[in-house]
């Protein structure tokens, strides 16, 4: 089963505009981290935050973690429209192995 | 460096056909490896994780199987399709817990 939810589900911007992507989960983690899927592809690893980091930032990109509301957000700074992609959360339990995706933000980027 | 292999990128099967997805991980060992699928336009849904040769945990009871051969073979399997099995389907590696994941370019999957 899946972790827990992104919202939105769909988010359409036009280029040089932020964009911001909520995910909630529900179990005690490691870790969270950001994936991006353009369309018929495989995952590319975007960014990670422990749990006990509060902000990270790479680039253009800046994540938050919440551990006591069991929440994340990404946020796409000076969007472009190459960016345009699905994004998706997934979490990294602290009793097993597995690592568990959320349902995904499809962001369009519109130049 | 290390690479992910997944084949083949499509597949057309008839229901009630045996399936066989290989997925193979080169440049390191002993890696995690996970077997996830995708419904268009949805979240991954893991069904197979394993820690190392033998061990195999199955997220979802279905038709599916896995079996891990080699350390560095992963294999998801079933003995008869069900339309239901469609997919895109994704093959995943990494070097321990609270690493990220590699991914393969996955396999989609068309049960007719």
């Known amino acids: 089963s899946q972790q827990g939810e992104e919202d939105p589900q769909a988010l359409s911007i036009q280029e040089g505009e932020n964009a911001t992507m909520n995910c909630s989960y529900k179990?005690?983690?490691?870790?969270l981290q950001w994936y991006r899927q353009n369309s018929g592809r495989g995952l590319v690893h975007l960014i990670l935050i422990r749990s006990n980091e509060r902000e990270k930032h790479s680039g253009r990109l800046r994540v938050t973690l919440d551990t006591s509301k069991k929440s994340s957000s990404l946020l796409i700074t000076a969007s472009r429209a190459a960016d345009t992609a699905s994004y998706f959360c997934a979490t990294d339990a602290v009793e097993n192995n597995d690592m568990r995706f959320g349902a995904g933000t499809r962001l369009t980027v519109k130049p | 460096s290390q690479t992910i292999h997944q084949w083949p990128a499509t597949l057309v099967q008839p229901v009630g056909s045996p399936l066989s997805l290989e997925c193979t991980v080169e440049g390191t060992s002993n890696p995690n490896l996970y077997w996830y699928r995708q419904a268009a336009g949805r979240g991954l849904q893991l069904l197979f994780y394993?820690?190392?040769?033998?061990?195999i945990s199955s997220e979802v009871p279905q038709n599916l199987s896995a079996s891990r051969p080699q350390d560095r073979q992963f294999i998801l399997s079933s003995k008869k399709l069900l339309l239901s099995d469609s997919g895109f389907y994704l093959c995943?590696?990494?070097?321990?817990?609270?690493?990220?994941?590699?991914f393969g370019s996955g396999t989609q999957l068309s049960v007719l």
């Open positions: 995943a590696w990494r070097g321990g817990r609270r690493e990220k994941l590699f």
């Open positions: 179990t005690s983690i490691n870790n």
């Open positions: 394993s820690v190392g040769i033998g061990q």
